[in-house]
């Protein structure tokens, strides 16, 4: 790749006057020697395993293999089209639609890490409910996967994106960037706009620790998916408004990685510390080790809190 | 760089629930199982800190099992895989150890099958993507992104000039190489990550040079069959 920071990717689209996405089809060519068309059907295909997620997290809730979530991207896409929900209509369905892919992966259905698993649901729910509101074709939206794609490798290779190096600002913050610059671009923004999207949209997660109770996907990561959502969807709006990102964003992806190795062993994917040590966090995780004990892997009566 | 292309940013599909606890976890246990280069009678793995502290709620252990029957990320059959490999006669221990590991998401796995053995010490370090830390008691560094090509052999003069002849030949381009030996004139390994799959006849070639003892290729965009 012939870049390493978001300032070079932005320089290379200004001087080849070309948009992020286009810029990550061809360096994914010389990268990996397939053709355009090779590399473009694999994020299709990505995009339509999204998409599938999606519905099936909407139209048929399951319970999480635990027990212990499931059913509340129903909820939220139920009160988004009934009721008047306090975030509008649009951010509450990309809100509802991330949850289901969340709970999807939660009870061990298929997904794409976008950049991971754990939180698989933000982008796809950025981008199909931005689909179905502005009625763009399948190909804006793989297009717009590349620009994502181009923002988590700067991410990935100058600072993490695993919760177990640098907490959940590395995966859902991750996720949040890459979703609000592909975002920005696909609504007609420039890559220098892209790119002070995701400064904007990380420096509201940093810090953020990863604490899962009992270690499972589940609590807090689902919600955070489903807030993260939003989250996207207003640093875009803050970026097309013409707001900057003062600290550059390749410096506040720097401030993630410090923050991420300064951060105790506790609160990074240990399920030692944070929401998983509360009292109700460690009583699940007590009720669901007793039931594994039990030889009882396959969940039957839900874990009650 | 450890992330090299798009595709280890967007992607791999994959079940639930973890990228680096469950996609990376079976390919971790891929690698180990190619390694072996057969279906193994048993498994020994060693889990390392968030995997020890957090694989029962990640299906690490169904994910590192699926892999040990060479298992994609994706495939349907990971959730039931214990009892698959229950059925196969493979026996699969895990434990939580409290030693130091190269990642916070670090297994090792040891394998047997007859007379054969192997060992793989990985990491998962984030969106599924994985490192290997050690083949068979060797220090190496490689992603698995690419089809490798794992070869024993001496430690001697021109050896492995004799090996990038054969990789050269068979119009194969060498991505990333890396060597360990054991001490000088003594057992050696080198890993070769290619840019492509080697065509049929090359490792049957590196194999019958001399110094060399064994040869391996792990290849994990191969598709596995699908029950």
């Not at chain 1, 339509?48 to 099936?56: F, G, I, N, P």
Request: with cysteine; glycine share 12%; proline share 5%.
């Amino acid at each position: 790749m012939r870049f390493q920071t978001l300032r070079q990717l932005v320089e290379l689209c200004r001087s080849e006057s070309t948009t992020v996405a286009r810029l990550m089809i061809e360096e994914q060519v010389k990268e990996t020697g397939e053709t355009r068309e090779q590399v473009i059907r694999q994020m299709a295909e990505y995009y339509q395993t999204m998409k599938e997620a999606v519905r099936r997290g909407i139209e048929q809730p399951t319970a999480s293999r635990s027990g212990l979530t499931g059913g509340d991207a129903g909820r939220v896409a139920s009160f988004a089209a009934s009721g008047d929900p306090s975030s509008g209509r649009e951010a509450s369905t990309a809100m509802a639609y991330a949850l289901a892919v969340s709970e999807v992966n939660a009870s061990m259905g298929r997904v794409v890490a976008t950049p991971t698993a754990g939180s698989c649901g933000i982008i796809p729910g950025v981008f199909v409910s931005s689909q179905e509101r502005f009625g763009w074709p399948d190909e804006k939206l793989v297009e717009g996967l590349f620009c994502a794609g181009a923002i988590g490798y700067v991410i990935a290779n100058n600072s993490s994106i695993s919760g177990a190096e640098g907490g959940c600002q590395a995966e859902v913050g991750s996720a949040i960037g890459m979703a609000a610059g592909a975002l920005v671009e696909m609504r007609g923004g420039s890559p220098e706009q892209a790119m002070h999207a995701v400064g904007l949209a990380l420096k509201n997660t940093l810090g953020l620790i990863c604490d899962p109770v009992a270690g499972l996907v589940e609590i807090p990561c689902i919600v955070r998916n489903g807030l993260g959502a939003v989250n996207a969807l207003a640093a875009a709006d803050m970026a097309l408004a013409g707001v900057r990102s003062v600290i550059p964003s390749d410096e506040v992806i720097g401030v993630m990685l410090s923050v991420g190795r300064a951060m105790p062993r506790e609160h990074r994917e240990t399920a030692l510390g944070g929401l998983a040590q509360t009292p109700t966090g460690r009583k699940l995780t007590e009720q669901l080790r007793a039931r594994k004990r039990s030889g009882s892997d396959e969940q039957k009566e839900p874990v009650q809190p | 760089m450890r992330f090299k292309h798009v595709f280890t940013i967007i992607g791999p599909a994959m079940v639930g629930p973890s990228s680096s606890h469950t996609a990376g976890a079976v390919r971790i246990g891929r690698v180990a199982r190619q390694l072996l280069g057969c279906r193994p009678e048993k498994a020994r793995v060693l889990l390392y800190e968030s995997f020890a502290e957090t694989y029962w709620g990640h299906g690490t252990d169904l994910a590192i099992a699926g892999g040990l029957l060479d298992y994609d990320t994706d495939d349907p059959r990971i959730p039931h895989v214990l009892e698959e490999a229950r059925s196969l006669g493979l026996e699969i221990t895990f434990e939580p150890s409290s030693g130091a590991a190269p990642h916070p998401n670090s297994a090792k796995i040891e394998l047997w099958a007859g007379d054969r053995y192997a060992e793989v010490l990985g990491a998962s370090i984030g969106g599924g993507n994985i490192e290997i830390h050690s083949l068979n008691g060797f220090d190496v560094s490689c992603s698995a992104q690419y089809p490798m090509l794992v070869i024993k052999h001496s430690d001697r003069t021109g050896i492995l000039a004799s090996i990038t002849k054969v990789v050269s030949e068979a119009g194969v381009n060498i991505g990333f190489m890396d060597v360990d030996r054991k001490g000088r004139q003594g057992e050696a390994m080198t890993v070769i990550e290619m840019d492509s799959a080697p065509p049929e006849g090359m490792l049957e070639s590196i194999r019958l040079l001399p110094d060399v003892a064994d040869a391996t290729i792990i290849d994990l965009a191969q598709r596995s069959g699908r029950a």
